[in-house]
């Protein structure tokens, strides 16, 4: 991969721009709901509204120097303290956001709150929605199906996420999707996916999760296809070690999906007992590294973690945050080589991702001919998704 890298940083100083909607009016209105979703005191409600404000119209500040991480923060941060939230990139800023927010509400304190997700509300009301009734029901029909075609359905199903009711059907075309104009997936490299998981394979996959609750349900169902039709005889979750962005998951997460899933009727509680005794024999492994709540792109990956990623057959990246990390938050011009922006990375990766940020990498010009000619916010609008694989 070459060293020269042209592309500009990604940051929230334009006004219109996505990223300055997401730090402007996504933030705010996030505080608020984690106000109302917990009796907090009048010390959080006061740090929430500090933090709201700040993050509005003041300056970046470092961590109290009693948190925990204060000097590691104050590492990653030097270049930006001090400067307004709008002009840091936008990769650290929501980063950084993320763990004010943790900060205000007690998260790593002494005291009650200590440890206490304070997204864990929404993630759980998810589980319990009919939709994701709907979703489990599915697999009645779908486990039922060979093998082939259940590992095209359900590669789609944890890609959609919490669209997962499109994710589960056999057929992907494009008149299934919203927008029929343009193709829902902008790249399919699913083919090279599965090649290098052979069924009888002795493969250990990697899957760095991305969101919790209805998205996470069927990146659980994938694993257990996998190991349950021998593509890999081991799978390793990277979740994250606390909570990070809103809807992100940690080993609790996890937890909840799989007693999700083992209370469900029909195939669904079949697909969740087998995934709690993979869980203990160790053929299904559960880390969170610290690295993935760091503002950081992959390529900045400490040693452990690279070679982590190195002994594994397949590395799957789940979702937007992920593929920002992995091709750098920056906004390349989209046809730029995915296999080039990944050259670093210590072994064959696979991004699983719905577009819901600027960046995007590994597009063909008449795609984005197409995509341009029909749609302003494509990159944004989270109507489209990619699979994207370098061997």
């Not at 270049?79 to 990769?91: A, I, Y």
């Not at 070690?241 to 609790?252: I, L, Q």
């Not at 799957?316 to 670093?344: H, I």
Request: glycine share 8%; proline share 7%.
């Amino acid at each position: 991969m070459s060293d020269t890298v042209d592309a500009p940083v990604i940051r929230s100083d334009e006004p219109g721009s996505f990223a300055r909607s997401v730090l402007a009016e996504r933030h705010p209105a996030l505080i608020e709901k984690v106000r109302d979703a917990f009796p907090y005191g009048p010390g959080q409600h006061r740090a929430l509204d500090a933090l709201r404000d700040n993050a509005a119209e003041g300056t970046i500040a470092p961590l109290p120097p009693t948190a925990y991480d204060h000097d590691r923060w104050a590492v990653w941060g030097r270049e930006h303290f001090g400067r307004s939230w709008f002009d840091v990139p936008f990769l650290w800023a929501e980063s950084y956001f993320y763990r004010r927010l943790l900060e205000a509400v007690g998260y790593f304190a002494d005291g009650p709150w200590r440890g206490v997700d304070p997204f864990r509300p929404f993630k759980q009301a998810e589980l319990d929605t009919p939709e994701a009734e709907a979703e489990l029901a599915t697999l009645d029909d779908l486990l039922r199906k060979p093998a082939g075609e259940q590992a095209a359905a359900l590669v789609h199903g944890s890609l959609w996420g919490n669209r997962a009711d499109l994710g589960f059907r056999i057929s992907a075309s494009a008149a299934d999707a919203p927008g029929a104009d343009t193709p829902p997936l902008v790249a399919d490299d699913s083919e090279a996916l599965w090649s290098l998981l052979p069924v009888g394979s002795p493969a250990t996959l990697c899957v760095v999760a991305d969101n919790a609750g209805r998205e996470l349900l069927p990146d659980l169902v994938l694993i257990d296809h996998v190991l349950h039709h021998g593509r890999a005889e081991r799978v390793v979750l990277q979740v994250k070690p606390y909570p990070y962005y809103v809807s992100d998951a940690t080993t609790e997460d996890v937890v909840d999906c799989l007693r999700r899933l083992v209370r469900a009727e029909g195939a669904a509680a079949g697909t969740g007992g087998r995934l709690w005794a993979a869980m203990g024999d160790g053929r299904l492994t559960v880390r969170a590294h610290d690295f993935f709540r760091a503002p950081l792109p992959y390529e900045q990956m400490p040693g452990d973690l690279r070679g982590e990623f190195a002994a594994a057959t397949l590395t799957v990246l789940k979702g937007d945050l992920n593929y920002r990390r992995l091709v750098g938050d920056r906004l390349w011009p989209p046809t730029t080589s995915f296999a080039d922006r990944t050259g670093y990375f210590p072994g064959p990766v696979a991004a699983l991702r719905t577009l819901k940020s600027d960046v995007i990498v590994g597009l063909d010009e008449r795609t984005v001919a197409t995509l341009d000619a029909h749609e302003d916010h494509w990159r944004t609008s989270g109507a489209h998704a990619l699979i994207q694989v370098r061997g």
